[in-house]
């Protein structure tokens, strides 16, 4: 199974939004609502920050928003800050797997 | 909730590795332990996992033959093996948990650097 497509990375400013995208298939995200994105800082595991498309786990910022409209997943980060600096994947459930995201990395300007 | 895998292994080219991830806090029967790995400066890749739909364990098309994942709810550690290694299995492999019935890995283990090399 193909890996959902994410922009290699995205950059922003202190404060401002920024929008992840996530492009699977009509097997993967266009299907299932388990649509999960993940933290993951040099050298730590991966922290899990949505899930459900939309659903944010308790001690997660409300800064982190999710949403999925057709095949594509996306996730918005509003007001930008220092520590968000990291990459971010995208999971989605597809029938019998998991099919993971290529990746993006946020730079804060 | 915890999961603590076993520490780092350097390996030769066509041997096998076996990695550990103990459970705490819950137990391996609720929940289902994935793996997947992540070589050096690359994205996350899902090797396979328990898929509590069916019951049975999954395994990722590209791995399949070549990795055994196991659990013994004795002592709530699930295990990951994979053999005829070759370099580019040079990775930190991780566990992760679903809880319960749910599709998204709500912890994961700390890694382990599995190292491939003559």
């Known amino acids: 199974q193909s890996a959902l497509t994410q922009p290699a990375s995205v950059s922003g400013s202190p404060g401002q939004p920024i929008t992840i995208s996530c492009t699977g298939t009509?097997?993967?995200?266009?299907?299932?609502?388990?649509v999960s994105w993940y933290q993951q800082h040099p050298g730590k595991a991966p922290k899990l920050l949505i899930y459900?498309?939309?659903y944010r786990p308790s001690g997660v910022s409300n800064r982190f928003f999710g949403f999925k409209s057709g095949n594509t997943a996306s996730l918005t980060i509003s007001g930008l800050q220092a520590e968000d600096e990291a990459d971010y994947y995208c999971?989605?459930?597809?029938?019998?797997?998991?099919?993971f995201g290529t990746g993006t990395k946020v730079t804060v300007l | 909730a915890h999961l603590v895998q076993s520490g780092a292994e350097v390996k030769k080219p066509g041997a096998s590795v076996k990695v550990s991830c103990k459970v705490s806090?819950?137990?391996?029967?609720?929940?289902?332990i994935h793996w997947v790995r992540q070589a050096p400066g690359k994205g996350l890749e899902w090797m396979g996992g328990?898929?509590?739909?069916?019951?049975?364990?999954i395994y990722a098309q590209k791995f399949q033959g070549r990795v055994t994942m196991t659990e013994d709810t004795s002592t709530d550690t699930a295990f990951m093996e994979l053999s005829s290694l070759r370099s580019e299995d040079t990775a930190v492999y991780y566990c992760?948990?679903?809880?319960?019935?749910?599709?998204?890995?709500?912890?994961w283990g700390q890694g382990t650097l599995v190292t491939v090399s003559s």
């Open positions: 992760a948990s679903l809880r319960g019935t749910t599709f998204r890995f709500e912890d």
């Open positions: 806090g819950y137990t391996l029967t609720q929940s289902s």
């Open positions: 328990f898929d509590h739909g069916d019951g049975e364990t």
């Open positions: 009509s097997s993967d995200v266009g299907t299932y609502d388990y």
């Open positions: 459900d498309v939309s």
């Open positions: 999971i989605s459930y597809s029938t019998h797997s998991f099919v």
